[in-house]
């Protein structure tokens, strides 16, 4: 069974629990995605989605539309994810993160395929 890592981890992530509007001691603010959808959009123009939770959970979409669920934290100014179904990652994957949330930013996929990320309105 293959790993089903998403790309939607660059999305980024991350969030500490009970502190989700900040990151250690950057003013990052990830209130919004909250309410949204964290998309990371491939080159072939293919997408992962990411849904974060306050209690430090997610929820993803990879690629090929497969279902993927972790927790997430934030450390410095990266957020990091760690994929629990449908199976354990033994590691977390990092991307950093722009200082707010309204505009698109580049990253790179935990495979290291470049991608696009942005936060849309609605958990979709």
Not at 10 to 38: E, N, V, W, Y
Not at 71 to 97: S, V
């Amino acid at each position: 069974m293959r790993l089903i890592f998403i790309g939607a981890f660059a999305t980024l992530a991350a969030m500490m629990s009970g502190r989700a509007a900040r990151a250690t001691d950057h003013a990052l603010d990830i209130s919004p995605a909250f309410k949204g959808t964290i998309v990371s959009t491939f080159p072939d123009g293919r997408q992962t989605r990411l849904w974060l939770e306050r209690n430090g959970s997610y929820r993803a979409t990879s690629r090929s539309g497969d279902m993927t669920s972790g927790h997430w934290k934030i450390k410095d100014t990266r957020m990091c994810l760690r994929q629990e179904q449908p199976l354990a990652a033994p590691w977390d994957y990092c991307t950093g993160l722009p200082p707010r949330l309204d505009a698109s930013w580049q990253g790179k996929s935990a495979f290291g395929l470049p991608i696009t990320i942005k936060l849309v309105k609605g958990r979709g």
